[in-house]
């Protein structure tokens, strides 16, 4: 388990100052880059009307949800960014990406597994009328040259954690894989099996989830895709998104617990063809740096850790 700050030794401030040289340098790199291919770097949302579901994901596993009234309204914290960057996309930005704060409150007994923490930053990115592969091809550039780069410009900090030789540049492109062909090979807990077998960044195609995911009524296909690390798993979530009102509408009803009324904007603009075809992604930055670091649990990356149950002083 990571420690606070102040009870760190000398030794462990010195791990903790090499994995914050590889969160900034890959902050640097990522940022450069989508503002390289003419992204916008907007802003980020804290408190919303309007914020990620997530339900009926399988992956979710929240605690709570915080919601508080301000105004007279009632406003949830962000958990994902995903319907502002659609609206954002769709009516003035079309390639835009975000550095936004996720608060998920996780489940007590993910403190241990080390892969999860209730407060992370993702690097959310949506670009108009883009395909599914446009995204994936991106996103492996992107990374493969954050390693290459990384390797160059930090080797002393990164054979002082222990990854320089063990971390190699991804070739691209990376390999895919079917969900359903896991699901016939590994049965129910192929995310598990798969990432203790991987040696290279895979990608996972056709995961049913919520309601803005693209899924093909006639063949049941989602045109989704997540992106694995080896032994840290999910690192990037995106999708080909819905636009249509109906469609989503479909969608909300079908997934019980989901209320219309929290997302009356986003189906205002659907019925008016305002919204735009887009597809996107999130990175998490704190899971990315982690595997990059080889950190045992991802409240290293952070300076002050957001363990799941556990609450610091600062």
Avoid at 49 to 60: F, I, R, V
Avoid at 94 to 123: D, K, W
Avoid at 173 to 193: A, Q, V
Wanted: glycine residues 6%; neutral net charge.
């Amino acid at each position: 388990m990571p420690k606070p700050l102040e009870q760190l030794h000398e030794s462990d401030i010195e791990r903790k100052c090499c994995i914050g040289k590889v969160l900034t340098n890959s902050l640097k790199h990522l940022t450069q880059r989508f503002m390289d291919c003419d992204f916008e770097w907007l802003l980020p949302v804290v408190f919303s009307k309007s914020t990620d579901p997530l339900w009926p994901d399988p992956g979710a596993s929240i605690e709570k949800r915080i919601e508080l009234e301000i105004y007279g309204e009632t406003v949830r914290t962000t958990s994902s960014m995903i319907v502002h960057k659609m609206v954002a996309c769709s009516l003035a930005h079309p390639r835009l990406f975000i550095l936004s704060p996720n608060i998920r409150i996780e489940r007590r007994e993910r403190a241990r597994t080390g892969r999860h923490v209730y407060e992370f930053t993702q690097l959310d990115f949506e670009v108009r009328d883009a395909t599914s592969k446009e995204i994936r091809r991106l996103v492996e550039t992107v990374l493969s040259g954050l390693i290459g780069n990384l390797k160059r410009e930090l080797r002393e900090e990164l054979t002082y954690l222990g990854r320089y030789h063990s971390l190699r540049v991804p070739k691209m492109p990376f390999r895919e894989y079917p969900r359903r062909e896991l699901e016939k090979k590994y049965g129910t807990g192929w995310e598990r099996r798969l990432v203790s077998e991987i040696r290279d960044p895979v990608w996972v195609t056709d995961i049913p989830r919520e309601f803005y995911d693209f899924e093909d009524f006639e063949t049941g296909v989602w045109d989704n895709y997540d992106l694995f690390l080896p032994q840290y798993g999910e690192v990037l979530s995106g999708a080909r998104r819905e636009w249509e009102h109906d469609k989503i509408i479909r969608k909300m009803e079908r997934d019980n617990g989901i209320k219309k009324e929290n997302y009356a904007l986003l189906l205002k603009l659907a019925k008016e063809r305002r919204m735009k075809p887009s597809a996107g992604a999130g990175i998490g930055i704190e899971r990315l740096v982690g595997w990059i670091a080889g950190v045992q649990h991802l409240g290293e990356t952070q300076l002050f850790p957001k363990v799941p149950g556990v609450v610091y002083d600062l």
